[in-house]
């Protein structure tokens, strides 16, 4: 069984551009979470979707993140404008129904220049 | 506000001996903790996990040990390998909803 999956795996990107990150779960998870680390610190809690739903989207930090996850399966997250702060390294991470074990992906890591 | 702390920052044990993290936590309401693995370019791997209701749970040489009183909860590393070596993240949650992790905490295993 393939293990939760990103893409990109590095992004570079300018002050002011876009960026859409992208998850596919693990096949038959409804829950999907996306986290982020920034250097150092605690991997933070970002928003959760259970199949095409957002169930909770209070860890976004502002209107510049947009998640989408169409028709419940993958999950883009898109970042515009990207601002300086941005950077860290996203994940993302399925379960299956009501279960608590979350299994992660590789992360992208989004470096804002 | 952290929700949960973690501690030490980092870790240096010789191979053999036992590695020891703790965490702590707030939030009563916190009905699952993990433990998660993460080696460098790969995400958290789930390792080990215990409920409230059991103060140990241990799994190889990979030991829970949790006191539910003092909302405090350690992970500990038997026999510690260099293998091992890698960071280690606490979290907590409730309800099967999203995590709140520790800090982590870099391991170090000597030969």
């Known amino acids: 069984e393939a293990g939760v999956t990103q893409f990109p795996s590095h992004s570079v990107i300018e002050k002011g551009q876009t960026v859409t990150l992208r998850c596919d779960p693990i096949s038959g998870h409804d829950n999907l979470y996306w986290y982020r680390r920034v250097m150092g610190k605690e991997i933070k809690f970002l928003l959760h979707f259970v199949k095409e739903s957002k169930q909770d989207e209070s860890g976004m930090p502002n209107n510049r993140f947009l998640a989408e996850r169409t028709g419940g399966t993958y999950s883009t997250l898109k970042v515009q404008p990207a601002e300086l702060e941005d950077s860290g390294v996203y994940f993302c991470?399925?379960?299956?129904?009501?279960?608590?074990?979350?299994?992660f992906g590789p992360g992208t890591r989004l470096t804002v220049t | 506000q952290q929700q949960v702390k973690q501690s030490p920052q980092s870790l240096i044990v010789q191979k053999g001996g036992i590695s020891i993290i703790n965490c702590a936590y707030e939030n009563t309401a916190f009905d699952y903790f993990p433990w998660y693995q993460q080696f460098p370019g790969k995400g958290p791997a789930l390792l080990i996990a215990?409920?409230?209701?059991?103060s140990e749970k241990k799994e190889g040489r990979f030991t829970i040990s949790f006191n539910k009183s003092a909302k405090q909860f350690s992970l500990h590393i038997m026999d510690s390998q260099p293998g091992d070596s890698a960071t280690y993240f606490c979290?907590?949650?409730?309800?099967?909803?999203?995590?709140?992790f520790g800090t982590g905490t870099r391991l170090q295993v000597t030969l």
């Open positions: 215990i409920r409230p209701d059991v």
């Open positions: 979290a907590a949650t409730g309800t099967a909803s999203k995590l709140t």
């Open positions: 991470a399925s379960s299956q129904d009501i279960a608590y074990e979350q299994y």
